[in-house]
């Protein structure tokens, strides 16, 4: 019987109606101590994150860890870059994508894993222009509207 995953910690609902995804990857994240405990918590933010490859390494960046309240011992910078932890194939494939125009590397969610460990789903995305977003609003509220009308002829 296969298990159900468990929900994100943390998601990035910006990114899918500011990107076109075109593939993800699941990446670990170099954290310390008290980040993790803060994640757990659900005390962090991807609003403006993004993710950088330099020299065949994969970098997060602004991504907001709000640091944990009972630790005393270590004073961490809440936006501090944190290294992305991938098999140095899915580097290299990124860091020729990224090379392409307008290709980014964004990051979709956070979660744990079943052995507790915190992962990033990463996403090889290009920006929308506002004619694509107006048009995924119009899809959605068919969609919606579609879902209401259903209900309600089903509706006893």
């Known amino acids: 019987m296969k298990t159900k995953p468990p929900p994100p910690a943390i998601s990035n609902r910006k990114a899918r109606q500011s990107y076109h995804i075109l593939e993800s990857f699941e990446a670990g994240i170099a954290l310390r101590g008290p980040e993790v405990k803060s994640l757990r918590a ?3 933010n991807l609003q403006d994150s993004f993710a950088r ?7 997060l960046y602004n991504m907001h860890i709000t640091p944990y309240t009972y630790t005393h011992h270590e004073d961490l910078s809440p936006t501090r870059t944190r290294k992305l932890l991938l098999h140095r194939s899915q580097i ?31 996403a090889l ?10 048009e995924d609003i119009k899809k ?16 006893f």
């Open 42 to 44: 659900g005390k962090a």
């Open 53 to 59: 490859v330099e020299k065949d390494e994969v970098f």
């Open 92 to 122: 290299n494939k990124l860091s020729g994508k990224v090379q392409e125009k307008g290709l980014t590397l964004v990051p979709l969610d956070i979660f744990f894993n079943a052995k507790g460990i915190a992962k990033v789903n990463l």
């Open 125 to 134: 995305a290009k920006g929308k222009r506002g004619p694509d977003r107006r």
């Open 140 to 155: 959605r509220d068919l969609q919606r509207e579609a879902q209401r009308e259903y209900r309600a002829r089903t509706k």
